[in-house]
């Protein structure tokens, strides 16, 4: 961790309650639908096909990285087709942005990745340190996560609320960790709907932030019952912080939807042309973690790395250069294909390899490391789709994917 980043992470336990202040109704509230929803409805069974893309956590590497990945796969015709976005913490960024058509054109070109790689700390530390807000969070019931919010409202959101999200966009279904169990938390309509704070009216950056809310450094967001109120002597229904803890890479949300959806009819027989999860994975390596003792959270990170990506197909031994598998659901015939896009597929001989995989996991890049995993981004999919002419895995409408763009690049 570096200097301004300890500077921060001290503001950051300085100041505030234990937990973010979320208003919330004693009455019961009616949500409309929103696109945040788990559904495998009729408009995501039209094309016979299923893709999903996962983000993983990360910061603003993963932020950068998952944005140059969705802009890769914009330009070979693959992002318009996805049905589902699950994102995590950093990941949480470029996929609610894309979700509420925070671009207007059609090549991410008027400044989208800049946007990923902003230097958020350095906004937060200025509003930290400003007087009037230091006085605001001492003698009212303001907190730190509010101030964090606000600037990503400020700098990506601009206020918008789940019933903002584009319909002609991926559904998008952020991951938190509920604290109170321990168990995934997904930010969706049927996770909201005995909740008193409506998602249709949930803004987008807090649920950005509540992915993103590491422990210990940030307030858990406490989202309370329809009979409940906000009061500190109430006990919220969920307390609501990062996803990493459960999921880092936020593959097991998408794959939970398949077997839910396999309970009726054979994924198969839903998807008839194919089922495919793809997973942008912005996992660093670890300073000395070949010799050096590794810290708790490391370590828990590390595990459930491995057991997500074991049971998308991918041994441990190969979960570093491995970029497609394949995993049964539910046991059944019904197969998925997933692709594996990670920075740590470069190997660390490589200089790209070696920088963007000891990028560190802050809130703002230099130029330069957002350039590194700009390239990476390119680098990888180029890849993967000399691995599908070569290998034809995958289902057929990935195989001719791989094999058009090999042959127009």
Same mark, same amino acid.
């Given at each position: 961790?570096?200097?301004?980043?300890?500077?921060?992470?001290?503001?950051?336990?300085?100041?505030?309650?234990?937990?973010?202040?979320?208003?919330?109704?004693?009455?019961?509230?009616?949500?409309?639908?929103?696109?945040? +929803?788990?559904?495998?409805?009729?408009?995501?069974?039209?094309?016979?096909?299923?893709?999903?893309?996962?983000?993983?956590?990360?910061?603003?590497?993963?932020?950068?990285?998952?944005?140059?990945?969705?802009?890769?796969?914009?330009?070979?015709?693959?992002?318009?087709?996805?049905?589902?976005?699950?994102?995590?913490?950093?990941?949480?960024?470029?996929?609610?942005?894309?979700?509420?058509?925070?671009?207007?054109?059609?090549?991410?070109? +008027?400044?989208?990745?800049?946007?990923?790689?902003?230097?958020?700390?350095?906004?937060?530390?200025?509003?930290?340190?400003?007087?009037?807000?230091?006085?605001?969070?001492?003698?009212?019931?303001?907190?730190?996560?509010?101030?964090?919010?606000?600037?990503?409202?400020?700098?990506?959101?601009?206020?918008?609320?789940?019933?903002?999200?584009?319909?002609?966009?991926?559904?998008?279904?952020?991951?938190?960790?509920?604290?109170?169990?321990?168990?995934?938390?997904?930010?969706?309509?049927?996770?909201?709907?005995?909740?008193?704070?409506?998602?249709?009216?949930?803004?987008?950056?807090?649920?950005?932030?509540?992915?993103?809310?590491?422990?210990?450094?940030?307030?858990?967001?406490?989202?309370?019952?329809?009979?409940?109120?906000?009061?500190?002597?109430?006990?919220?229904?969920?307390?609501?912080?990062?996803?990493?803890?459960?999921?880092?890479?936020?593959?097991?949300?998408?794959? +939970?939807?398949?077997?839910?959806?396999?309970?009726?009819?054979?994924?198969?027989?839903?998807?008839?042309?194919?089922?495919?999860?793809?997973?942008?994975?912005?996992?660093?390596?670890?300073?000395?973690?070949?010799?050096?003792?590794?810290?708790?959270?490391?370590?828990?990170?590390?595990?459930?790395?491995?057991?997500?990506?074991?049971?998308?197909?991918?041994?441990?031994?190969?979960?570093?250069?491995?970029?497609?598998?394949?995993?049964?659901?539910?046991?059944?015939?019904?197969?998925?294909?997933?692709?594996?896009?990670?920075?740590?597929?470069?190997?660390?001989?490589?200089?790209?390899?070696?920088?963007?995989?000891?990028?560190?996991?802050?809130?703002?890049?230099?130029?330069?490391?957002?350039?590194?995993?700009?390239?990476?981004?390119?680098?990888?999919?180029?890849?993967?789709?000399?691995?599908?002419?070569?290998?034809?895995?995958?289902?057929?409408?990935?195989?001719?994917?791989?094999?058009?763009?090999?042959? +127009?690049?």
């Amino acid at each position: 961790m570096n200097a301004s980043s300890a500077i921060l992470m001290l503001l950051l336990l300085g100041l505030g309650g234990c937990v973010s202040a979320t208003p919330s109704p004693s009455a019961p509230v009616v949500s409309s639908p929103t696109h945040a +929803n788990q559904a495998l409805d009729h408009e995501t069974l039209r094309d016979g096909r299923f893709i999903g893309l996962a983000i993983s956590g990360g910061g603003s590497r993963a932020a950068v990285f998952g944005g140059a990945i969705l802009r890769e796969l914009h330009r070979l015709g693959l992002l318009q087709q996805v049905d589902m976005l699950s994102a995590v913490s950093g990941g949480a960024l470029p996929a609610a942005y894309y979700a509420l058509d925070g671009y207007r054109d059609i090549d991410f070109s +008027n400044g989208f990745l800049e946007r990923m790689g902003h230097d958020f700390q350095r906004d937060m530390r200025g509003r930290f340190l400003s007087p009037g807000n230091l006085l605001t969070y001492w003698f009212t019931d303001a907190t730190k996560s509010d101030t964090v919010v606000q600037v990503l409202d400020e700098q990506l959101f601009h206020n918008a609320t789940f019933a903002d999200l584009n319909p002609d966009r991926p559904k998008l279904l952020l991951n938190a960790t509920d604290a109170l169990t321990g168990e995934p938390f997904v930010i969706s309509d049927e996770s909201f709907a005995g909740l008193a704070s409506p998602l249709s009216s949930f803004g987008v950056a807090r649920a950005v932030y509540m992915s993103a809310a590491y422990p210990g450094v940030f307030n858990p967001v406490p989202l309370y019952g329809n009979a409940s109120s906000s009061s500190s002597t109430i006990r919220p229904t969920v307390l609501a912080y990062d996803g990493g803890p459960v999921d880092n890479l936020g593959v097991k949300t998408l794959v +939970n939807l398949l077997r839910n959806a396999d309970q009726g009819a054979p994924i198969t027989a839903k998807f008839p042309e194919g089922c495919l999860i793809i997973s942008v994975d912005a996992t660093p390596r670890i300073a000395g973690e070949q010799d050096q003792p590794l810290s708790a959270s490391t370590v828990l990170l590390k595990s459930q790395r491995r057991e997500v990506l074991e049971g998308v197909g991918i041994a441990a031994a190969q979960q570093d250069r491995a970029m497609f598998s394949t995993f049964t659901v539910n046991g059944s015939q019904s197969v998925c294909t997933f692709w594996h896009l990670a920075l740590r597929q470069l190997p660390d001989t490589d200089p790209l390899g070696a920088k963007v995989t000891r990028i560190k996991t802050n809130l703002g890049l230099e130029q330069a490391d957002q350039e590194a995993l700009i390239r990476a981004a390119r680098q990888l999919v180029a890849q993967s789709l000399r691995t599908l002419q070569d290998e034809g895995a995958g289902p057929v409408f990935l195989r001719n994917l791989g094999s058009g763009i090999v042959t +127009n690049r």
